[in-house]
């Protein structure tokens, strides 16, 4: 099983509909998540981290479930400028070093 | 967020040679982590440069291919050795900064290699 998993897609959804992508992973000591956006022939960039109340930033909202252990990502009202691929990341530190793996990533494709 | 500057951002080399890739940031970081991206693939953890010790490699990357040198706590040099076709791939600087009660990555423009 991946440490990391993610449906690669590709999402392709209109304009202004809401998509959501799900991602699990297997550490349960895993301590930090995160999304983060990857263009095409671009470097990654982060998107936002996920906290474990869930948080929301504009059309964006993100939730861990730790029980579960899934973190999930929402866009509202999609744009054209939403299609990206969509990565999800799961920070392990232990003993002071840091460990972030990748997901293989979601993409979306906003169509107009 | 740390600003880095990546160097080169593409390159096309010839099989059996060496390619040094190399990475400033605008600020003094502890750690800065090398990563791989294989075409349509996701990021795979080649080292982690600590400044002032030897760096730590993931498992299947080993120090004779990939030799990191980190001289000081805002730049780092990943060489990729004796290259092969497979060596073809994305290669990315990053560094974890802690903002708040957050840790965040930010990475390197990339380096797309293409050995002929």
């Known amino acids: 099983r991946k440490e990391v998993e993610q449906d690669p897609g590709p999402f392709n959804v209109p304009e202004g509909a809401t998509v959501a992508f799900n991602c699990t992973y297997s550490?349960?000591?895993?301590?930090?998540f995160f999304w983060y956006r990857q263009d095409c022939r671009k470097e990654p960039k982060l998107l936002m981290s996920?906290?474990?109340s869930g948080n929301e930033d504009g059309r964006f909202t993100a939730q861990l479930n730790r029980a579960s252990q899934y973190i999930s990502l929402l866009i509202r009202d999609s744009k054209l400028s939403d299609s990206a691929t969509y990565l999800c990341?799961?920070?392990?530190?232990?003993?002071?070093?840091?460990?972030?793996?990748f997901g293989t990533g979601t993409r979306l494709k906003v169509l107009a | 967020s740390a600003v880095i500057s990546q160097k080169p951002s593409r390159d096309i080399c010839q099989r059996g040679t060496s390619l040094t890739i190399q990475c400033q940031v605008d600020?003094?970081?502890?750690?800065m982590f090398w990563y791989r991206q294989q075409p349509g693939q996701s990021l795979t953890l080649i080292a982690t440069?600590?400044?002032?010790?030897?760096?730590?490699?993931e498992s299947g990357f080993v120090i004779d291919k990939f030799p990191i040198s980190r001289p000081n706590l805002t730049f780092s040099t990943l060489t990729v050795s004796n290259m092969s076709p497979e060596d073809s791939s994305i290669y990315l600087c990053?560094?974890?900064?802690?903002?708040?009660?957050?840790?965040?990555?930010?990475f390197g423009s990339g380096t797309r290699l293409t050995v002929v």
């Open positions: 990053s560094v974890v900064r802690l903002r708040g009660s957050n840790y965040g990555y930010t």
């Open positions: 996920v906290y474990s």
């Open positions: 990341v799961v920070n392990i530190e232990s003993a002071g070093t840091y460990k972030y793996i």
């Open positions: 600020s003094q970081v502890t750690m």
């Open positions: 550490n349960s000591a895993s301590q930090s």
């Open positions: 440069a600590n400044q002032g010790s030897e760096a730590t490699y």
